[in-house]
């Protein structure tokens, strides 16, 4: 019999995570009040895009997300908006009188989600134990009930280790016999980290066959193409989970 593991991410994978949308203030048509909830943060995306584009937005609550409207067309932006944003240039944020690390903060704050421009979660949202899912996704939590050898891979924070612990019991789902892997920091990043735990994981229990059940496609990819690179004689069967927050409507 073959030695099998199955790897768990844990944030709209195992569990079904809040969304920033369920974090903000909006009125009765979903406009997001930017004076409430993560003024700070709206005002200054907000003012990014006036200063480099001169284009006016306001945001949208809608579903699972935040839609970025245009203010002179009152219509969402399309994701031909979101390629300007990511072919900014550090030149075009320096001519702008921005600080150097506005590029960064924009190029993360968008993604297309249907072929509209929506916000990313804000930044430290993950670090917030009132992120942590309160449901299962029960799609994926008969695989982890059924598992005999299985692992939680999260980019949660260690220090928010004892508040998932708590969460997951009063959820009622045992602890893997494999360890609850938590992102200790580091310059490597998250995706890098989920890559390393499955090969040291490998080389430590011999395993011939990983399953990994992950949201992000390109995160489920990169450790397919890892594990195969560095172990070919290991079986690696990627899930791709889609079925929390898989749609938007307007």
């Known amino acids: 019999m073959s030695k099998v593991i199955h790897v768990f991410d844990m944030d709209d994978t195992l569990l079904s995570t809040p969304t920033f949308s369920e974090f903000v203030t909006a009125n009765k048509d979903g406009v997001v009040d930017i004076s409430g909830n993560f003024s700070s943060y709206l005002q200054k995306i907000k003012n990014y895009i006036y200063i480099l584009f001169s284009k006016e937005i306001y945001f949208v609550k809608q579903g699972d997300f935040i839609v970025v409207y245009d203010n002179k067309t009152k219509k969402p ?126 080389k430590n229990e011999g395993w011939e066959e990983v399953h990994f059940y992950e949201d992000r496609k390109d995160w489920l990819d990169s450790a397919r193409e890892a594990v195969e690179t560095t172990y070919p004689n290991v079986r690696f069967v990627p899930h791709y989970i889609t079925n929390i927050k898989d749609s938007l409507s307007l």
């Open 77 to 202: 932006i399309g994701n031909e908006f979101y390629g300007f944003i990511q072919d900014l240039t550090p030149e075009q944020i320096e001519t702008a009188t921005l600080k150097k690390g506005a590029l960064k903060e924009l190029i993360k704050a968008f993604k297309v989600k249907d072929g509209h421009v929506v916000l990313e979660s804000f930044p430290g949202f993950h670090s917030d134990p009132q992120t942590i899912g309160k449901n299962s996704n029960n799609e994926v939590i008969m695989d982890y009930n059924n598992a005999m050898n299985k692992m939680i891979l999260t980019g949660r924070d260690e220090k928010l280790r004892s508040n998932i612990e708590t969460r997951l019991e009063d959820l009622g789902i045992e602890k893997p016999n494999y360890g609850l892997m938590l992102y200790p920091g580091g310059s490597a990043g998250i995706k890098q980290f989920k890559m390393d735990t499955i090969l040291n994981s490998i």
